[in-house]
């Protein structure tokens, strides 16, 4: 069974930071684009960002670039996301996201497995 775990979350004062981490499990991930996603209350998920199976090609959503930053190291845990700066608007359940795929996309669709999420709250 295909599992993505999430971890890292937590409360964090406007302009902190955080490093969310996603573990996988019965799959082999390394030739997979990884992703992250998030929801906050009473909103559609929305995508973050995504990186590449290689790591060589990233995309972010306009509201976290220059702030948040997409890796991996496919010999550990296959994805992180590192979040500086953080705003309360940033406040959500963050999910890790996989799929095949060549080019990346932001459409939530397009995505095959997801992890449970993990809470990120940022205080004003």
């Known amino acids: 069974q295909v599992r993505l775990v999430e971890s890292g979350g937590g409360l964090v004062q406007t302009g902190g930071s955080l490093r969310l981490s996603c573990a996988a499990s019965?799959?082999?991930?390394?030739?997979?684009?990884m992703g992250w996603f998030r929801q906050a209350q009473r909103k559609e998920r929305e995508f973050v960002a995504a990186i590449n199976w290689s790591g060589g090609s990233t995309l972010y959503a306009d509201s976290v670039k220059g702030r948040f930053t997409i890796s991996r190291d496919n010999a550990k845990n296959p994805v992180y996301l590192q979040m500086h700066n953080l705003k309360p608007e940033d406040t959500a359940v963050y999910y890790c996201?996989?799929?095949?795929?060549?080019?990346?996309?932001?459409?939530?669709?397009?995505?095959?497995?997801w992890g449970q999420g993990t809470q990120v709250t940022v205080s004003s």
């Open positions: 019965g799959r082999t991930f390394s030739s997979y684009a």
């Open positions: 996201a996989g799929a095949v795929m060549g080019r990346l996309t932001a459409a939530r669709a397009a995505w095959n497995y």
